[in-house]
């Protein structure tokens, strides 16, 4: 791991907490599993906001659902979900808010295979 990519803490983007690094297991290994030469590291995609995560905290409590980046279609652009939160979206339709939840998100995106970048356009 770079020192540049160790900072102090990290702001988890599901509770909005910072975390100390000894509370983020599941992001280090994240980090160790998807290096690539070609995209900034996983921690420093986490740290400047562009990542998918959430904190030891969100995981254990079931806030998120944590993903199985292997079985999605992220298409080596971008990072893959490594977790999936609850997502209040706007129909184009009809203008109402309605909820894409992390269990649709798992579905979305590991079973149906849709790529990372869509989402759904309008309510159900």
Same mark, same amino acid.
């Given at each position: ?35 690539? #030469? ?30 199985? #980046? ?19 979206? %706007? ?11 992390? %269990? ?5 995106? %590991? ?8 989402? #759904?356009?309008?309510? #159900?």
């Amino acid at each position: 791991m770079k020192e540049e990519d160790l900072y102090d803490s990290y702001r988890c983007p599901n509770c909005n907490l910072s975390r100390k690094l000894n509370e983020l297991t599941h992001l280090f290994k994240w980090n160790e599993q998807f290096k690539s #030469p070609y995209m900034i590291s996983v921690l420093a995609a986490a740290r400047q906001g562009h990542l998918k995560w959430a904190c030891d905290d969100c995981i254990k409590s079931e806030k998120v659902i944590v993903g199985k #980046p292997e079985e999605q279609d992220w298409n080596g652009i971008t990072y893959p979900f490594f977790t999936h939160n609850d997502e209040t979206l %706007e129909c184009q339709t009809c203008r109402c808010m309605f909820e894409f939840s992390k %269990e649709e998100k798992k579905f979305w995106y %590991e079973d149906l295979k849709f790529i990372v970048w869509s989402y #759904p356009k309008n309510c #159900p």
